[in-house]
């Protein structure tokens, strides 16, 4: 640990006099490495106890196939579904003023401080099939409840604060100077739109959907309620891990949260490229 | 288009704002609604029998529990970060704060898993722990560690910005004036980021009393003694005893709407005095 201290101890400046390096960076590195770091590495030799043979067996059998397919399938089109209703939310809160704004921005937010098993259970209650949503849907054949699309449903439910707080200060930059000069030089809204909103927004954007659906891959509480949970069909992956462990199979459960660690911090990489691409967007606007 | 006069084109420009108002009340206000109208659905009296009930009483003090636990350990840790991250310099310091943000990227399930495999009976310190007797998986330390993995960065993540942007001039000047470290630390520093602390142990607390996924693999669901209020709803939902299920629940969503309220007012009263634009 001393070596490792050594090694980190501050760049020299000539009149640093603050105090608590070593003590506060100890303290951070002991209290990662405990709580997260020795942890998720155990996941990554459990996951292989039983060899490679039963690693494949388990990670990639066809129900665990079919659950990375609607665990990732669902969590990309529920991404979609709030980039347009997050850019929308977005697009109105910072344009528009009208009565009980403060109370709507605020409400976006309660996704997040919404406990996922309350939400869980609201979302199936509303769209069962008596519930307030769920009577007028039956008839039309739609079915949320008990369904892939139910997990879609309670994956938009918890990403859309995401694309909404991203795009929200990007929008309010942006200011409507530009939008109005193109509008009065005779521009359709849709030509604005893409022409001059679109470049401007595009990495907060995507970065707002990136996390969306990276919240919403690993999402368990609220769907777990909505959707039924059929093998091959309405079952997520981290259900399946759940369902390893109690079978004590917990080199399968490691196998299984080995392919979602790898795809969530592959997909982690990519939003710190897009976040960084917007930094650099918003450092030569200003 | 214009040919259709006035009317036409207000209700055009009224369109965003009708189409975000109905996604709000959809997707956010009726799911809200609806907890309480299901909790109240046979009365007052019903919903606070359910609420008077000893296993739900024992979820809440055990959720107070946990959340009384994790969420200072997770100041000490979110200021100490904060602090040797945005006063010095040191190589490593941004891969620093990307672990520090890692647990947001991992599923709760995987949270809670990755210390069955510790702790748990066939987990690496399982027979150690056997034979001293100690209990971490299916008891209270099992569902503290996984509380504290999935609240991990909240604190640090709201401090790191502001510290960077307030620079280290304040605590030099202090220090410099002979004021000691803690001092320095406790009439400068904290006062400076005294709004973005709360903002932060507010989202960490939302999160530490209603997590579900990470509690649920490591706590075992022992009625009365292993049942965080979020668990306690799961059991009873599952029991179709929908009432209590939906009482329960509304604690949890009054929870929600009281962080609700505080975030909305720390952003409006001292919005300045946090960090700009995060969410997690």
Known sequence: MKAVLAWASPVQRPISILRGFRLTLGLSLVWLAVIVLLPLSAVFVRGFDEGWRHFAEVAFSARAWAAYQLSFGAALLAAAINAVLGLLLAYVLVRRRFPGRALVDALVDLPIALPTAVAGIALSALHAQNGWIGQWLAPLGLDLAFSPAGVVLALVFIGLPFVVRTLQPVLEDLGRSQEEAALSLGASRVRVFLRVVLPAIAPAWLTGVGLAFARAVGEYGSVIFIAGNMPYRSEIAPLLIVIQLEQYDYAGAAAIAVVMLVLSFLLLLGINALQAWQRRRQEGVA | ?280
């Not at chain 2, 840790?77 to 945005?86: E, L």
Request: with cysteine.
């Open chain 2, 1 to 280: 288009m214009k040919a259709l006069g006035v009317s036409s084109r207000s209700l055009v420009d009224a369109l965003p704002l009708l189409g975000a108002l109905s996604v709000v009340v959809v997707l956010l206000v009726m799911p809200l609604l609806v907890v309480f109208t299901e909790a109240l659905h046979e009365g007052l009296g019903e919903y606070f029998l359910a609420l008077r009930e000893p296993d739900a009483l024992a979820a809440l003090r055990l959720t107070l529990t946990v959340a009384a636990i994790a969420v200072p350990l997770n100041l000490v840790f979110g200021v100490a970060a904060a602090w040797a991250i945005t006063k010095f310099e040191f190589p490593g310091r941004q891969l620093l704060i990307s672990l520090i943000d890692l647990p947001l990227a991992v599923s709760p399930v995987i949270a809670g898993l990755i210390y069955v495999l510790l702790y748990g009976a066939h987990g690496w310190f399982g027979p150690w722990l056997a034979e001293r007797d100690i209990q971490i998986i299916f008891a209270v330390p099992g569902i503290v560690l996984a509380t504290v993995f999935v609240t991990f960065p909240y604190v640090a993540h709201e401090l790191i910005p502001l510290m960077q942007a307030q620079g280290r001039e304040a605590e030099e000047v202090a220090m410099s004036l002979g004021a000691s470290p803690w001092r320095s630390f406790f009439t400068v520093t904290l006062p400076n980021i005294r709004f973005a602390l709360l903002y932060g142990v507010l989202l960490c607390n939302a999160r530490a009393m209603g997590e579900f996924g990470a509690v649920s693999v490591v706590s075992g669901h022992i009625r009365g003694e292993t049942n965080t209020l979020p668990l306690h709803v799961e059991i009873l939902y599952n029991e179709y005893n929908f009432v209590a299920a939906f009482a329960v629940a509304s604690l949890l969503a009054l929870l929600a709407l009281i962080t609700l309220a505080l975030k909305s007012w720390l952003e409006w009263r001292h919005g300045d005095a946090l960090a700009s634009g995060s969410v997690r």
